[in-house]
Each structure stands twice: as structure tokens, then as C-alpha cells.
């Protein structure tokens, strides 16, 4: 192996290393777009992520899952090694990107008009049930 290509390898590796503050500065970024976009408040990104339950979409959840497993080794020197930081990097930034494109508001809108909805169409099953019962009973 070339010398040049074995000192580029260990500057990739260095330039990629992750300490304890740097992932905790990346799940506290996730956390907080996890609050901002379905308004999830939570102590550590590992409760804030089951929270958001299926809301957040599967791919996301095992983003959220690399973040929260790199949290785990807890700034250990040998174990993180272990962590990809290139990796936990993209999964940030996935995770961050999905969260931004979310509108609280067209949420609750969509929310308020589903309820009313949901309200119409049973109150004209009730309507059409009870004319139902009139003409059945002979009122009508």
C-alpha cells in the first residue's frame, strides 16, 4: 500500500471521529426538529423518538436509532471507535430534513377537518337512519 494513500486513510479516520459532545450535539438537533415538528418533548432523544411513534417513518426511526446507539457508548475512548461518523452525520441530516418539511399547522388542519368530517357523516347516517325507521314504522 502507498504511503500517501495509508496517511489520506488516517486523516479520513480522524477528520470522522466522533466524541461524547459532538453526538450530543447532533441528538439534541434531532430532538429539538422532533420537537418543532410534532411538538415531542422529552429528556433524552431515545424517549423523544418513541414518542413520535409511527409518525416518524421507519428509515427515520433506524436513523434515529444509529444517533441514539452512538449516545449509548458514552464518550468511552476505546468503544468509539466504533462509531461512524460519516454515518451518524447523514442520519442527522435525513432525520433534520424530513422534520423541517412538516407543517404544524396544515397537521392541525387536517386534524380539525377530519373530526368535522368524521361529525358529518354521522349525523347524516343518524339522519338517513331515522327517516329509515319513519317510513318503516308508517309515519311517512
Partial sequence: MPQGLSVARAAAKTAAMETQA??????????????????VRAKTLDKAVRRAGRRLPKRLRAQAAK????????????????????????????????????DRADLRKGMWLG??????????????????????????
Avoid: Y
Fill in 67 to 102: 444517533i441514539v446507539q452512538a449516545q449509548a457508548l458514552g464518550g468511552h475512548p476505546k468503544l468509539m471507535r466504533q462509531v461512524d461518523g460519516v454515518a451518524l452525520s447523514v442520519a442527522e441530516e435525513q432525520i433534520v430534513e424530513w422534520l423541517d418539511g412538516i
Fill in 22 to 39: 459532538s453526538i450530543q450535539a447532533r441528538a439534541d438537533r434531532v430532538q429539538s426538529a422532533l420537537d418543532g415538528a410534532f411538538g
Fill in 115 to 140: 373530526l368535522a368530517g368524521s361529525i358529518a357523516f354521522n349525523i347524516l347516517l343518524i339522519l338517513v337512519l331515522f327517516i329509515v325507521w319513519m317510513v318503516w314504522a308508517g309515519q311517512v
